[in-house]
């Protein structure tokens, strides 16, 4: 911003400079929370911590998840390994309503990554479900039987309410616990959790030791064996490691981690869509290519004008590095995909992009910056009543750490942030609108730390901003 007018000459217009004065201070962003954290190292749990218990029993499934398996919501994909033996590989699933027992089928893959051998890991599709409909599974049939439960979307429309929750770099210690005991807590109850990547932090272990991703998956079953995770591949799931012979990115994080990619045409598992309730949610990677010509990006050329808002009125995307970022960390990381992909945003009205990687919380304000053409000049954000509000949701509370630096004066497309972990919910109402909240895992469960209504930027794209424009 630049001082506009020109110098008071009378005492009437000192009431002009301090007005002037004030937006000075208001133009310097928006809000950097003042509550400080303890200061206190995040570490792992051990290995014998309660939440990595090995489920008693012969061959007991273990590291149960689901995640959706279709494009629609008519299928849930279940996971879980055994260990002492292949085993069946059948789930055996009924719906509260009916108790006719169904069967479904699945496929047992196993990897090795450097001296670690994975056990036999189970992926079976459900297909055919009943909308908005609970249904009982079970897994582990012959030797240690144990159920689960599930409870289905409901038909995907416009005036759907339902419920996501937003978890991100979750990792495996005490605080990771804690965001997920208060993501479980939340009085607004998450239905299915949006991840934005980064998982198991298992290669910031000796060797990758992926001992450490099989005690994540015991970690999360408690949530992800009853409610889907729909899945955003991370920099933490690139397990690329030349030095002990490790050189195919994902080998992990795709054989444990299956998503329904194929059925929205996608050619691989990174980046795909699925509609749910009345969203359509988009997942992009960070560490697939995107530049022109490249799968990723033809896809989404190709997905974008797909998007029914009469249908799906919510358009959401998830992806890992973060375009809007005002941490001193891993700050311009997002800039090239933003370079790519931001003019679509803006044309097909995103309401929401959701990414994680920096360990902290950022909301932004409806913000572009498409408009530089290299000798334009033209190349700060600016306010954009069809663009996203940008949410860095990367503070589950992993090893590594919190981000707590932070690049001053917040820039003014920053609206808030806070060097904390916790979670948030989307909770959708209609088609219009939308009660976003983050929670801090310092407070009770049901405080909210920051908050906004959304607005849909299809049906009512009002100015939801929540910080006075300059
Ligand atoms: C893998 O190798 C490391 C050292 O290179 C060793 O400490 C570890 O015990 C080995 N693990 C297995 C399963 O052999
Ligand atoms: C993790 O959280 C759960 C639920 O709050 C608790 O029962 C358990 O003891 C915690 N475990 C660790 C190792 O903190
Ligand atoms: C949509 O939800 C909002 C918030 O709950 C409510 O104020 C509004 O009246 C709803 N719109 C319709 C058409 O029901
Ligand atoms: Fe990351």
Redesign the pocket.
Known sequence: MGLRGSFPSSSSSWVAIILVLNVVVMCNGGKTSTFVRKVEKTVDMPLDSDVFQIPPGYNAPQQVHITQGDHFGKAVIVSWVTVDEPGSSTVIYWSENSKEKKHAEGKIHTYKFYNYTSGFIHHATIINLKFNTKYQYVVGIGHTPRQFWFITPPEVGP?VPYTFGLIGDLGQSFDSNKTLTHYELNPQKGKTVLFVGDLSYADNYPNHDNVRWDTWGRFVERSVAYQPWIWTAGNHELDFAPEIGETKPFKPYTHRYHVPYKASKSTAPFWYSIKRASAYIIVLSSYSAYGKYTPQYTWLEEELPKVNRAETPWLIVLTHSPWYNSYNYHYMEGETMRVMFEAWFVKYKVDVVFAGHVHAYERSERVSNIAYNVVNGICTPVRDQSAPVYITIGDGGNLEGLATKMTEPQPEYSAYREASFGHATFDI?????A?YSWHRNHDGYAVEADSM?FFNRYWSPVDDSTNSQS
């Open positions: 005036d109402k209609n088609r219009t609108h009660y209504w």
